[in-house]
């Protein structure tokens, strides 16, 4: 399962495979809404988040790869359908007021500045620069963000154009081994860490690009599933500043 949070910052919701829960009152909740989700294992919740509204109102996207995407304003009782035909992201992020994600194997869609409910069709850049598809994508500070293919990274850059359409460019920043799965890039103070299907851990910061942990990626590669690689995810434990990987290990079912 997945985490995000919402407001009140107490407020945990937790996105599985088929219901979405918040844990509110002491228990978790089914918030899922109609109709029931059907992601796979490797489908995984994803969530950003969205103010709007006077008073601003907080509401939470959910998407998943394979289900149209929802939402929910921590008020209501269950999430409900996103309006405008959104497409289906497999990864979806929030950069510079715009809400934006990926539809693999080469497509990023974004809405309008400070909308959900609108998608406009010309809002899409085709990554097929290079051959590998697009994994995740990600915000990276206040104003930028990353794209990460599953053989290279790419720069989401703010252009300040005033046509929506041309509101992103991306720009190739390095050919490297990118993450296993969404989910397997987390945020660490201000850089992103991620764990490449191989079992490698990399990190990016925005400038440059490393490998860490390479002293114990001989042990996990002899223990790594790789035919199911793509269910790896990471969590950030921001107390204790350690960054975590889970992946399937070889022989479990």
């Known amino acids: 399962f997945e985490l995000s949070v919402s407001i ?3 407020l945990v919701l937790v996105g599985t495979t088929t219901p979405l829960y918040g844990y509110y009152g002491g228990v978790f909740n089914d918030i899922t809404g109609a109709p029931a989700l059907t992601a796979l294992n490797a489908q995984f919740a994803r969530f950003t988040t969205m103010a709007l509204g006077s008073p601003q109102t907080l509401y939470v996207i959910h998407t998943n790869g394979v289900d149209a995407p929802r939402q929910w304003d921590a ?3 269950t999430f409900s359908a996103l309006v405008g035909t959104p497409p289906t992201w497999t990864d979806v992020t929030n950069i510079d007021a715009h809400v934006i994600g990926i539809v693999p194997p080469y497509n990023i869609q974004w809405a309008p500045t400070q909308s959900i409910t609108s998608f406009p ?3 899409v ?3 097929s620069d290079t051959p590998d598809p697009l994994v995740a994508i990600r915000s990276l ?3 930028n963000g990353v794209v990460y293919k599953a053989r290279s990274i790419w720069d989401v850059i703010i252009t300040g154009a005033d046509t929506e359409s041309s509101y992103f460019k991306f720009e190739q920043r390095d050919q490297v081994d990118g993450p296993a799965s969404p989910a397997a890039v987390i945020d ?3 850089a992103h860490v991620y764990m490449t299907s191989q079992g490698r851990v990399g990190l990016y910061n925005g400038s440059s690009h490393c490998w860490v942990g390479d002293g114990v990626w001989p042990l996990v590669q002899a223990d790594l599933d790789t035919t199911n690689s793509a269910r790896i995810f990471g969590a950030y434990d921001p107390k204790f500043r350690v960054a975590v990987f889970c992946y399937p290990k070889t022989g479990d079912a």
């Open 188 to 190: 660490v103070d201000g």
């Open 125 to 127: 850049r085709v990554l």
């Open 141 to 143: 500070g206040v104003r």
């Open 121 to 123: 069709a010309a809002n």
């Open 75 to 77: 008020m209501s009782g």
């Open 8 to 10: 009140p910052t107490t």
